[in-house]
């Protein structure tokens, strides 16, 4: 099974990466940019009225390279610096990272700041073999070298305090009325015990936010993995990075039980292939992380209130996530027996 073995539309239309769409920029977002970049065209991905907050792409007139922008508030310059500096330890030691140029991040005017990218033309992850393996090899390896992090003491102390602000929330779930959220999912959430955020495995740093959209292959089929925002404060077993490409990747795309079980196991033994190591220790692990990462998303949804906009879909996202795990439990069950630490 060398190629696509897409049979049907994701659970949920958000559920798989697009290519970027641009417009071009309002003109004080170009003012704001032109000065520190030189002249070119630059255009927005979902112009909005946060702009010049945002995702852009800059074609200089006299270069043919264009870049990737991502323009933040100055309040957050730290934490991008942070990401940046991950990113540059990650592709020190090989793991296939993007990483920022033009000595960004760095402060633009008083309010915002921008970290810049080579605009890489290529195509995000698709369920085949071939991709999956080179996945599965690569996060082996971010793995690995995120062992030795210089930051994990911050990156733990930041994920356990994100964990206890999630906590609370959960406790005054019962007591909230969000709009959109359907009504078996708030009871899910509402059963779930304080014991939700403990994880078999050690933890460690990871990256938090394999999605599709993260994860980009080049014309020359090399993969690039994008975007360590998540990781400055995801200190977790690294099966948790395992188990939503599964999830993302394959149990979400694939409609076939043949399909997922060849799709799996290519990526779960790309992964292997690097960490020489059993991936999973307990019976129905598999189903548990995902569960885990269903409770996490709807409690970082709750979090934001009305505070985005698509907020209604992004409930029936997560709801159609829950009940996939429930429908496909057996096949969990088959894609984690062979990488068992005891069969």
């Known amino acids: 099974m060398s190629g696509h073995v897409l049979s049907r539309a994701p659970v949920h239309s958000r559920l798989r990466a697009y290519p970027l769409r641009y417009e071009p920029a309002a003109i004080t977002t170009s003012s704001l940019l032109t000065p520190v970049l030189g002249p070119g065209i630059l255009s927005c991905h979902r112009c909005s009225a946060c702009e010049p907050l ?14 990737f922008l991502k323009v933040v508030s100055r309040a957050n310059l730290d934490r991008e610096q942070a990401t940046a500096e991950m990113a540059h330890y990650l592709a020190h030691h090989q793991v296939p990272i993007v990483t920022s140029i033009l000595s960004t991040p760095r402060p633009i005017g008083n309010d915002y700041a921008f970290v810049a990218y080579p605009l890489i033309d290529g195509h995000f992850a698709v369920p ?4 999956l393996d080179q996945l599965g090899q690569a996060l082996a390896l971010m793995h690995h070298v995120l062992r030795s992090i210089p930051r994990a003491s911050a990156i733990q102390s930041a994920s356990d305090a ?11 779930f019962r007591l909230t009325s969000l709009p959109g959220i359907p009504q078996h999912l708030k009871l899910s959430i509402d059963s779930m015990g304080s014991s939700w955020a403990k994880l078999p495995g050690m933890p460690q740093a ?34 948790i990075d395992i188990a939503m490409v599964i999830e993302r990747f394959v149990l979400a795309l694939v409609e076939s039980d043949d399909g997922v079980l060849q799709l799996a196991k290519a990526f779960l033994e790309g992964y292997q292939k690097v960490s020489k190591k059993p991936l999973f220790h307990q019976h129905g692990e598999l189903a548990r992380l995902l569960r885990w990462l269903s409770a ?20 029936k996202k997560f709801d159609e996530l829950a009940q996939l795990h429930v429908r496909r439990q057996d096949l969990l069950k088959a894609i984690e027996r062979p990488f068992l630490l005891s069969r």
């Open 296 to 315: 996490r998303a709807v409690l970082i949804l709750a979090e934001t209130g009305g505070a985005v906009t698509t907020i209604d879909e992004e409930w």
């Open 162 to 172: 994100r964990l206890q602000r999630l906590e609370q929330r959960r406790r005054q």
């Open 128 to 131: 085949t073999v071939s991709e």
């Open 206 to 239: 990871v990256h938090g936010d394999l999605h599709h959209g993260n994860v980009l292959f080049d014309a020359s089929g090399h993969l690039h993995l994008l975007d360590l925002e998540d990781a400055q404060h995801s200190y977790l077993p690294p099966t």
């Open 54 to 67: 945002g995702l852009f792409r800059f074609e200089p007139a006299e270069c043919p390279d264009q870049l």
